[in-house]
């Protein structure tokens, strides 16, 4: 079937098709039991093929986060850290060190579980922003970023863009990076909450459930934004697509387009998606931690 609209993702490998061409370079590696996905799209003609805007996109797959002990979390939020950091650096072209400030954004609606994964990560983020003046010998003693953090809510809870807080936020902390962290629409189930997917291009907030809203990026927000996504949900309709694909159907008809049409109306999540989003969030503020440290 060639109904692509129908398979949709917000992970950049799940996207292109097996595309290898000119205008993009893909690498892969292993640590710590993490498969670690680089993609590189750097043209025109790479972002047709992958349907991503043009950047840096770094998938780490790590196996169920909800299942994982506290070592493990360690372990996984060290490699997260470590791509953190370098692809921070990357878009800064500066060194981390306790000048260096930090935004981390938390989108999502944190009344809805498989959305919530940003402000709850948010409730974790050990800010220290406020303690470079306040209380410097404390703030050195801490070895961190100047770290600020905030959850914006959505749309229809402050009637205010999220990208308008955002940007309000980062013109007054004047952060040298944003972090944004929003849950994401995988094509495969098996790709819910095992897999982390970083890029420099920023994020449509709502993007994984069709509601798209103004970007959070440079453009926009003034500052460089480091977009850190978890998928959350699959679109029922790509469930389906993908279905009738692996059973041979070629041909859709006016039936199941419309099945799939309605589909889109609706999102699938894990029946764990109350311990998901915890796990998650504990994850990515471990990780966060680690990242922006400075000793």
């Not at 370098?86 to 306790?98: G, P, R, V």
């Not at 959305?115 to 003693?141: F, K, M």
């Not at 229809?156 to 309000?168: A, D, F, K, M, S």
Request: charged share 30%; proline share 3%.
């Amino acid at each position: 079937m060639n109904d692509r609209q129908y398979a949709h993702s917000d992970l950049a490998v799940e996207c292109g098709g097996g595309y290898r061409g000119r205008g993009a370079e893909f690498h892969e590696e292993k640590r710590n039991g993490c498969d670690i996905q680089r993609l590189d799209i750097k043209d025109h003609e790479g972002a047709e093929a992958y349907d991503k805007p043009e950047g840096r996109y770094v998938t780490v797959t790590c196996g169920k986060i909800w299942e994982m002990d506290d070592d493990r979390t360690d372990e996984v939020g060290e490699v997260l850290a470590d791509e953190m950091r370098e692809m921070s650096k990357y878009m800064c072209n500066k060194e981390i060190n306790s000048n260096f400030g930090v935004l981390v954004v938390g989108l999502g609606n944190s009344d809805i579980t498989p959305d919530a994964i940003g402000p709850e990560t948010v409730r974790r983020i050990e800010v220290t922003r406020h303690l470079h003046t306040l209380a410097p010998d404390l703030y050195n003693q801490l070895g961190s970023c100047e770290i600020s953090a905030l959850a914006p809510g959505v749309l229809g809870q402050t009637g205010i863009e999220t990208v308008e807080l955002v940007r309000g936020a980062a013109e007054n902390a004047r952060p040298d990076l944003i972090v944004a962290i929003d849950a994401l629409a995988a094509r495969a189930v098996s790709r819910l909450a095992t897999t982390i997917q970083l890029s420099d291009n920023g994020i449509n907030p709502g993007s994984g459930i069709g509601n798209r809203r103004r970007a959070v990026c440079r453009e926009n927000v003034g500052r460089p934004v480091l977009a850190v996504g978890v998928p959350t949900v699959v679109d029922s309709s790509t469930l389906v697509y993908d279905a009738l694909s692996r059973a041979g159907i070629q041909e859709i008809s006016d039936d199941l387009r419309r099945v799939l049409e309605e589909g889109r109306e609706f999102f699938v999540s894990p029946k764990e998606s109350d311990i998901i989003m915890k796990k998650v969030a504990v994850l990515l503020a471990r990780a966060i931690g680690m990242a922006y440290q400075t000793d």
